[in-house]
């Protein structure tokens, strides 16, 4: 995976590399296959369109979303375990003024592999390999001006002495790639933006990628783009998978995912379709702690599920306050092409600075993973791609629980960012604002090692979270830790009773404290179970945390017990079946708890990485004479008792009497507003006589209240801390608010 930051003026390129493959190491056949089902789909959506379904196991699944392992097949490990009884000599014949080789692959079908660079290639190469047949895959690099040229030699017969001869010149075919704007007009040049472009070349027969190319310029006028290429005839075994993002444009920044191309026997060009962009704009809550807040975005392109490269960019500079800190053009269609292209919009609010040895690290703040649907609109998915930087170097490459999940048990990493429950499209409720809410905290037990993420309401993850949250550890009952999360660099215990309580506070809900309070309990022999996911949906199945009438308005959830499991220096989580889940409500801050009905459905178990599917109703919560923000507890506990319980303060809020609208068509007028210390009140005409004055603030309580019949009058509410406040008449029956706002 390659990860970058720049600015306008600079930029820091780093490399973090996804090796699915490597020479000489063992390759067993394992991949998942999901299918699931939408209420909103004439019929079902399959990650994978077609497989063999005898060579899989279903493991879950009735009628609803299924997930299918494919069986395990023993496939031969390398030359290592086998007589190399071949010799391949390779002779590479190309102009050294002009090329340079930059990389080489030789690899078969069996899991054989060796692969060499610039540092390490030798001319001839020799190589001492056991008989069969082999793909030669060699790329000639421009030393200045001009395209790369790639040789591809197919089903090379290598016997006891076998000679190929390459050649750059065999790479007759010219491959371009074209990207046009919103505009229909070719990218601009000259202008303060760059381009990253990725390539992957897939060997369809035994599904690896045996290149990964990168590109990262400025564009230039005149002169054809470095990722176009040249490339000899090649059979339908590869296919080339390919997508260019655009950064730094005033306009915003662009993400293109072009059509996958099987075989090439001629010239090929290709380009996106301008109809086909989705403008996309989102604005993110700022979060308490950090100095920094910088529009950014984390892609991932995929085929067949597997990861093949991820990108994390910021186009740097800090967001001014009004601005959408994220404003995006994107093309990565869900067409039913085996590539994929998903597309994270990000802001940076916090950076750390270690020495020059260690360097900083930045903390996104990501929402949902979106895609365009090739008429303007975009689609959400459920945010389960998340590849978070921690402080911890240890654990910067997989640091949150269902990353691993996506590594399965042969290593291989595996990207489902979709869960079709809890994904939403357009129809999301307009007073949704991504990052305007208290995340759930998501945990998980790497041997002794705590792993935590925030997520947010709608998917999003909250990483600046993770430094604003407190950690108390208590072994047996007794305190031997206490202090922040991100300085917590000890091991767990691994006996007795073990209690983890984590508090985040670091948000602020309509001038209302959040926080989550998380409390984990468990043996240390017995990991505890965990929320994955958490929303909140109207009974037009919007995506909100606000309800003018609980009919119909549900909340959802996703949780499960896991247990990871170590190969060598890495692993995987797996799912444990078990885990039951509870909740309650009660009014913000009172801590008086009711039971909320819950539901299991095992029908909408999708994959591990997103547990068990609950639905609990909200019908049962009464209206009240104002508006009412209310706390949330989910108490996740398995088959033997292990718990993690957390409470969401707030997490929903439900409209009252005097909900969003006026119950009269007449109004009062209030100025200024907002107000420091007096406000000036006047009352309409239609309210005569004696009336009722109030004041409440958003959790329903009165501060205030008075019987009157002045016309017009001040009052003075200095002493209110800051914060939004409802002011209300109220005369023979007939109710007015207004909401004002304390500064």
Known sequence: MKHFYFSRKTFLLGLLSFLLFSGGEALTAQEIFTEHFSADQTGSTKFQPTFDVDTYTKTQG??????????????PSSSQNKISDGNLNVNFNYDTTEYYISSLLVFNESGYRYAADYYSIT??????????????????????????????????????????????????NHFSITGYNENGDLFPAGVSGYFSFQ??????????????????????????????????????????????????????????????????NNDISIANNPADWSHHTQKFQRTKVGNTLASANFTASAYKGKLLNGWRSSAGGEINPGDDPFRGYVSNRRDGDLADLIVTPAIIDHYIQYSPTTGGIEFFTKANPVFSDGTGKILYGSGDVSFNSHADPLYATFPYLSDDYYRVANNETLLFPVHPKFSFDNMTSPSVILGNNVPITVTGFENNKLKITNKGRY?????????????????????IISGYLNDFTNSLPSSGDIEIILTNANTLIEGLQGKNTTTISYNATDLPPTLQHLQFRNLNNEVTNTFDSTQGATVRLAAGDFKY???????????????????????????????????????????????????????????????VWYDLKVICTDENGNKQEQIISPAFKRNGTLAVEN????????????????????????????????????????IYTKSQSNQSFSWNGSFLIKGVYILTIENSGKIIAEKVMKK
């Not at 999003?460 to 047996?476: F, M, S």
């Open 565 to 627: 499991n170590s190969i060598g220096a890495n692993g995987y989580f797996s799912y444990e079946a078990g885990n039951n889940v509870a909740l309650s409500y009660s009014k913000y801050n009172q801590n008086i708890w009711a039971p909320l009905g819950v539901t299991k459905y095992p029908e909408f178990f999708q994959m591990p990485a997103f547990g068990d599917y609950y639905e609990g109703s909200l019908e049962g919560i009464a209206k009240e004479s104002t508006n």
């Open 62 to 75: 009735k009628k609803g979303d299924q997930i299918f392992i494919k069986n395990q097949n023993s496939v």
């Open 459 to 479: 998917g999003e993850t909250r990483e600046t979270d993770y430094l604003a949250t407190q950690i108390e550890l208590k072994q047996n009952g007794n305190s």
């Open 199 to 264: 390539r992957s070349l897939y060997f369809n027969p035994t599904d690896f990628v045996t290149i990964g190319d990168y590109f990262f310029t400025s564009p230039v006028d005149g002169q054809e783009p470095e990722w176009n290429f040249y490339i000899n005839n090649v059979s339908n075994r590869y296919s080339f998978i390919q997508s260019l993002i655009g950064t730094g444009f005033p306009e915003g920044t662009y993400f293109t995912k072009f059509k996958t191309v099987t075989g090439v």
């Open 123 to 172: 001319n001839p190469l020799l190589l001492n390999i056991p008989t069969g047949n082999y793909d030669i895959i060699t790329e000639f690099s421009p030393l200045n001006a001009g395209q790369t040229h790639t040789v591809i030699k197919e089903q090379q017969n290598v016997q006891t002495n076998t000679t190929v001869q390459v050649n750059p010149t065999e790479a007759v």
């Open 663 to 702: 119950n009269s068509k007449s109004s009062f007028s209030v100025y200024p507003n907002p107000f420091s210390e007096t406000i000036n009140i006047k009352i309409p005409d239609d309210i005569k006589g004696s009336y009722t004055f109030k004041v409440t603030d958003l959790t329903g309580k009165t």
